[in-house]
Every structure is written in C-alpha cells, then in structure tokens.
C-alpha cells in the first residue's frame, strides 16, 4: 500500500477505486435495511415513538424530540407503515456510516475511509440498531458528522491538504460541528460527552490548545445551544422532566451492593463484546489505545478522548444501575474511525482483522436471518424480536369487542375507552387497532412514561364512561383490576388472544371490560415525580 507523510505522520494515499467501493458498501447495506424495515413488524419502543410523532413537542418524557420527527416525516410521506415509520432512521443510519468513512479518509486516505465504512457495517451493534426507529439512529448519526465537522476544522494550517486556510474556513467548520452536535442533544441527552470529550483533548494536546484563542469553538457552542434551545424551554416548562428522568434512569441510587455492581460491569463488557464481536472489541480497543500516542496533529487524541470519555461515564453508570447493552453505542462512533486509521501492519494482524471483519458480518447476517424468521434456539417467550409480533390479534379482538358492546343499546355505552397498563402495550394497540385511536397507559404499577403527560383516562373520560382493558393474562384475577374495582360498577373478564410467532406463543393478554365509571381513580405504585 503506497504511502505519503503529512504533519509528521504517516498516512494512505487516495484511490478512487477504494472510494467507491466505500460509497458502493454505504448504499447497498442502506438499501438491504430499507428492504428489511417495510418487512419486520414494529416493535413496542417504535410504536410508542410513532404516537408521539401523532402528537409533536419540543420535547417527551423519556427522550427529546429528534426521533418523533423523523417519524412524522417518514409517514407524511409514506404513510402508517413500517417502512415510513423507519424510512429516515434508516437513512440516518447510511449517513453514519457516510461519515465515519468521510472523517477516516480525511486522516489516512480512501483505503481508511473504505475499512471504516467496513467495520461499522460488520458490527453487529449496526446490524441491530440500524434497521429500527430508535433514538439512536438521529444521536449516531449527528455526532459522526460532528467529529467529522470537528476534524475538519482542526485539521487546518499551511501543512493540510487544502493548503492555507483561514480562521474563517476553520469557523464554518465548527459552526457546522455546533449544529450537528446541537441535534445530536435534541435526538438523546447523552450526546453531550462528545463536545466534553472534545473539550478535554484540546486541553490535553499542545497544538489544541491554540484553538481555544479562535473564535470556532465558541460559535461551535453558540449554534449547538440555539439548536438546543426548544428542548430547554420545554424541559423548563415540564418541570426539567426528561432531564430528571434521564438523571435517575443512568445515575439513581446504587441497587445490589458491590457484587450488584460487580455483575452489572461484567454485563456492561459482556454486551459491548458481544455488540462488536470479540476480535472487532479488540481491535477497537487497541485503536482507542494507540490513538493517545503522540502525534503532532492531536487529531486521533480527539477520537480517542471522546471514546474513553463516553465509555468512561457509562461504566460509572453501571456502579449504581444496569446499563442497556444499546447505549454506550456512542463511544464506538470515533472508535471505529481510529480501527481504520490504526490498521494492523503484520501479515498476522492483518489476517485477524479480517477474520474479525468476516465473524462480525456472520453475526449481523444471523441478526437479520433471525428477525425474519426464527433460527436461532430461542423460547419466543424469552425472544425480544418476538415482542414484536401477535398484537393484530389482540387489535382484532378489540374491534370484535367494541363492537359487541357499541352496536346494543342494552349494555348503555356511550363512549368506550381503550387503555392498557404498560406504554409499550398501549403503543401497539394504539397503531393496530382499526382507527388508530387514543389508547391510554394507566401506569398504575409500571414506572411514569410520556402518557402520563398527554390527557389520561380521568382527564378524557365522564362519569359513566367504560373502559376496555388489556392486560396480560393471568391466573386470578390481576392486580390492576383489582385497584380499580373502586371506580367501576362492573367489571367483565373478556377474551383471551395468544400473541403467537411462527405458532410459538410469545404472551397472552386477556380484554377486560369496566363498565361506568364512578369518577375516581386509584393511586399508583409509582407516583408521577415531579410535578408536585
């Protein structure tokens, strides 16, 4: 592989032909998503981000607003479809991507940015997240661009490629770097270790420091705040709730003592070695690690920096509660950027590599094998893909059931409410049920979500109104009926509707009908924080 020397480091040399290979990958992995998101049924954390896409704000409970929009473009386009509902996620997705390769090339050449590009369609971590509505997909998406607008910007001088720039060439790159990481923050709240990470490798390398005497990284954090702004002043009229929520959720009180502590590190690692397959964790690793050797640029110290600072947090994190396997996603954006332009030099490494490359690319393979059809010796009760499947028969058997009770005039329903316990249940039946209507989550055993914010049953309903109620089906009688027996003059145990994939049950929910209601309202298990 040819090679040149700019800055004191030794870097590949451009080839179109790996370039577009690069661009050739990026388009086609798009393409194959795009074709599995019209095919794989919502799952329950979608369907709760299309309703509030029915409902747009500034901000929500669990997460700020970037994922609902995305969501509202899709289906003002495309319509209520899976597709729609995914369509600009999965965009967001092949725009990482486009940027990884985009910030390795810039380092090291098109070689570079062809291997980044590689990795990050190999991972797992990718195959998983890249097809679905999440609010990963906007937050990855928006900080790859950030590190390469920030890369761009400190990669100026008489020694760069494009010969002398000036400080209002490196300004236009940091504006840009401000807005991308502004709407990285209003996609998820965790973005904001980037510009920390960024912050502390311009204190660490000697030529960064100069660049606090610019004007860049002040415009930088004028343009994110304003991009921010509408967040904030929801937050600050909502009672700071997501901020809280977010706070309580990573940082709350330690569960379980050190040895809690303990299993939920080796969770942690576990999850993360199992998201990059073990030889690209390696690899991952040794390129964070080899990013802090010194270089006159410090460019591969700011990818480095805001790895260890992201990762850093989350296994602070895991010490007081569990960490979902999804979130410390971030700190492999710039991780994966220094495995490409860090490439092993042995025949022997570079053979591991590809190995590491081939067993990724066999497990994601594996990912997408399964969503569609099971292959993998899974209970489709212990299977989280199979959550996703058997809620048009629950929909269908409340449409029969509605209209049992609306069509007779002997039951005297005039308005009849439909609710769920859990927002994930409530989300499902809100997108499959005929008419798309307002389905409430009561949450009176489960944690607060965003329909606690949005009108509940009390605040819609009149005294005399009813209630048709899923739950998951159990022996007895179920608790939350129990709690509500206060408020009903009836109570009517309905049909019971196996969720099914593949004919393996998954769960079963049972439809209970609460005939006239009283105008109260139990309390709950987990009062709505906050607000009082």
Not at 243 to 249: C, E, I, Y
Request: include cysteine.
């Amino acid at each position: 592989m040819a090679r040149g020397v700019r800055d004191g480091e030794v870097y590949r040399v451009n080839s179109s032909r790996a370039w577009r290979h690069t661009l050739a990958l990026i388009a086609g992995t798009t393409a194959l998503r795009l074709v599995l998101g019209a095919v794989i049924p919502l799952f329950p954390d979608e369907t709760y981000y299309w309703d509030w896409s029915r409902t747009l704000a500034a901000g929500y409970f669990d997460h700020p607003p970037m994922i609902a929009l995305f969501v509202r473009a899709g289906t003002i386009l495309l319509g209520n479809t899976p597709l729609a509902i995914r369509l600009f996620s999965i965009l967001a997705s092949g725009a990482t991507a486009l940027a990884i390769a985009l910030t390795a090339r810039r380092i090291d050449g098109d070689e570079a940015g062809r291997l980044a590009a590689l990795v990050f369609t190999c991972v797992p971590l990718a195959a998983a997240g890249s097809v679905l509505a999440t609010p990963d997909a906007p937050m990855l998406c928006f900080v790859a661009w950030t590190l390469y607008a920030v890369i761009r910007a400190l990669d100026t001088g008489p020694d760069s490629p494009d010969g002398p720039a000036s400080t209002a060439h490196a300004t236009r790159w940091w504006a840009l770097a401000g807005l991308c990481i502004g709407l990285a923050m209003a996609s998820k709240f965790s973005s904001v270790f980037v510009p920390v990470g960024i912050a502390l490798a311009c204190l660490l390398h000697p030529r960064l420091q100069n660049r606090f005497g610019e004007p860049g990284p002040y415009v930088a954090v004028a343009v994110a705040s304003l991009a921010l702004s509408p967040v904030l002043v929801w937050n600050g009229m909502h009672g700071w709730v997501s901020f809280k929520f977010q706070l309580g959720h990573g940082l709350g009180a330690p569960k379980g003592g050190a040895l809690g502590a303990l299993n939920r590190e080796l969770e942690l690692v576990g999850g993360q070695i199992g998201l990059l397959s073990p030889i690209l964790f390696y690899f991952v690793v040794r390129g964070i690690r080899r990013a802090f050797d010194p270089t006159p640029s410090g460019l591969r110290v700011v990818l480095g920096t805001v790895a260890v600072t992201c990762i850093a947090f989350f296994l602070f994190s895991a010490t007081r509660r569990s960490v979902e396997a999804n979130w410390p996603a971030i700190a492999w954006i710039p991780a994966m950027v220094l495995v490409a332009v860090e490439p092993p030099e042995t025949w022997r490494g570079v053979k591991w590599l590809r190995g590491g490359l081939a067993l990724g690319a066999l497990l994601s393979l594996v990912i997408y094998v399964h969503v569609l059809t099971p292959i993998l010796p899974l209970r489709a009760d212990r299977d989280q893909v199979a959550k996703a499947y058997g809620w048009e028969q629950v929909a269908q058997a409340i449409d029969r059931t509605r209209a049992f009770y609306m069509q007779r005039a002997s039951f005297g329903v005039s308005d009849l409410f439909l609710g769920a316990e859990r927002y994930q249940d409530a989300s499902e039946l809100a997108y499959h049920v005929r008419g798309r209507p307002r389905v409430f989550s009561l949450n009176l055993q489960g944690r607060p979500n965003q329909y606690d914010l949005w009108q509940t049953f009390p605040d819609s309903a009149h005294i005399g109104a009813s209630l048709l109620l899923v739950l998951d089906d159990e022996i007895g009688e179920p608790k939350i009926i129990k709690k509500l027996s206060c408020c009903f003059a009836s109570s009517d145990m309905k049909e019971s509707v196996a969720l099914l994939r593949d004919g393996e049950l998954v769960a079963r929910k049972r439809l209970w009908f609460l005939g006239h209601w009283n105008g109260d309202w139990p309390p709950r298990a987990q009062p709505f924080p906050w607000t009082d």
